[in-house]
C-alpha cells in the first residue's frame, strides 16, 4: 500500500465520477511543513498556529511568529494555507499567560478558550494579525477562527485584522495581495446561523472533534468516553447534512478539518453528505486519495439519504457492508 500511496502523491484525486476532492492536510509546527510534498497534499487546511505557543517556553514574540507564518508560507508555495488564530486556554493552557480565570474552570473545554480569550486579550490578537499580515505581503492569506460560536464574535476578530491592516497600508507595506477569512464551525450554535455567517466568510471549517464533543456533551479527552459515540451516528451525520445543505449554492467553501475526516467510512459518509473539501493528518491523505478515486458521488449519496431517511441500527455496519460490496 506505501507504493501506492507515493505513486498518487502526485496524482490529483479526481472521484469515479470526475469530481475533484479538495484533499489538505492539518499541521501545527515547522517540521510538519515537509509532510506537504511527502504525501502530496492540496495545501494545509487547518494550521493550529497554537502549536508554536504551547511548545514555547515565553510568549512567542511577534518577529518569531512572522517567521514560522512566512516558513509555512514559503514551503507551501502556491498551495494554500488555512492558519487557524490561537485556540488556547481550556485544556490547551499556556502558563506563561496570566490564566488564573482558565485553572478555576469546571469545564475549560466550554471555557474562556480560542477567540473568547483572544477578543479579549486582544494584544496577543493584534500581534498575531500582524504577524500573518506581514509575513503573506504580496501573496494570498487565509484566516479562520476557531470556537466562533456567534456570527459576531467573527466581526470583532475580523476588525482586529482590519484595524492591522490599515495600519500596514498607512505605513506604506506592501499587504497581502489577497485575504480571505472563514470561520471554524465547532459550537453547535453556529450552525443555526448560517444564513447570518455566511455572507460574511469566505470559508467554513467543520471541526468534527470538537462539534462531536458537544453534541454528544461528551469529552473529547475523557477514555472512558472515546468509543462511546460514533462519527458515523445518525444524529452527526444529520447535523453535517443541514450544514452542507445550507452552503448549497452559496458562495462559501466548506470543509472539514476534523479527525473524521481522516478516516475511511466516515470521508465515505462525508462525500456522500455533500462534503468535497477535507484537510486531514499527513497520514490519512495517501489513504484518502486512494478512496476518493473510488468513490461514485451519486451512488453514495443516494446510500446516505435512504439512511439518514430510516436509520439501520448499525450505520457504520451497513455502510462496511456496502463499501465491500462497490469493491471499495
Ligand atoms: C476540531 O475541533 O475538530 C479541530 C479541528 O480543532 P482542534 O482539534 O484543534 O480542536
Ligand atoms: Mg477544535
Known amino acids: 500500500k506505501q507504493a501506492l500511496y507515493a505513486e498518487l502523491r502526485d496524482v490529483e484525486p479526481f472521484t469515479r465520477c470526475g469530481t475533484r476532492i479538495q484533499v489538505m492536510m492539518n499541521a501545527g509546527l515547522r517540521e510538519d511543513i515537509s509532510n506537504l510534498n511527502l504525501v502530496g497534499a492540496d495545501g494545509i487546511g487547518l494550521f493550529r498556529t497554537e502549536f508554536q505557543f504551547l511548545v514555547s517556553a515565553t510568549l512567542p514574540q511577534r518577529e518569531k511568529q512572522l517567521r514560522l ?102 505605513q506604506k507595506r506592501q499587504p497581502p495581495e489577497s485575504i480571505r477569512y472563514g470561520a471554524m ?39 472512558k468516553l472515546a468509543e462511546r459515540y460514533d462519527w458515523l451516528s445518525p444524529a452527526i451525520l444529520r447535523f453535517l447534512r443541514r450544514i452542507a445543505q445550507a452552503t448549497v449554492g452559496q458562495q462559501v467553501d466548506l470543509a472539514v478539518c476534523g479527525e473524521m475526516g481522516g478516516r475511511q467510512l466516515e470521508a465515505l459518509a462525508l462525500m456522500g453528505l455533500g462534503f468535497r473539501r477535507l484537510s486531514i493528518t499527513p497520514v490519512s491523505v495517501g489513504p484518502i486519495k486512494e478512496l476518493v478515486r473510488q468513490v461514485d458521488l451519486a451512488q453514495i449519496t443516494e446510500a446516505m439519504n435512504g439512511w439518514l431517511f430510516n436509520p439501520p441500527a448499525d450505520l457504520r455496519a451497513e455502510l462496511t457492508k456496502w463499501a465491500a460490496d462497490q469493491g471499495i
Open 69 to 170: 507564518y512566512r516558513d509555512v508560507l514559503d514551503a507551501a508555495g502556491n498551495r494554500p494555507v488555512i492558519f487557524r488564530t490561537v485556540d488556547i486556554g481550556g485544556d490547551k493552557a499556556v502558563p506563561y499567560l496570566r490564566n488564573e480565570d482558565v485553572e478555576n474552570e469546571e469545564n475549560p473545554a466550554m471555557g474562556w478558550r480560542a477567540l473568547r480569550l483572544a477578543l479579549e486579550r486582544e494584544g496577543l490578537l493584534k500581534a498575531q494579525a500582524r504577524a500573518l499580515l506581514e509575513a503573506a505581503s504580496g501573496r494570498q492569506l487565509n484566516v479562520m477562527f476557531p470556537m466562533v460560536s456567534e456570527p459576531w464574535e467573527f466581526d470583532a476578530a475580523k476588525k482586529v485584522f482590519d484595524d492591522q491592516l490599515a495600519f500596514l497600508t498607512s
Open 185 to 223: 464551525l465547532e459550537v453547535p450554535a453556529l450552525a443555526e446561523v448560517l444564513d447570518i455567517l455566511i455572507p460574511k466568510v469566505s470559508f467554513i471549517s467543520v471541526g468534527t472533534n470538537d462539534l462531536t464533543q458537544f453534541l454528544f456533551a461528551a469529552d473529547r479527552a475523557n477514555p
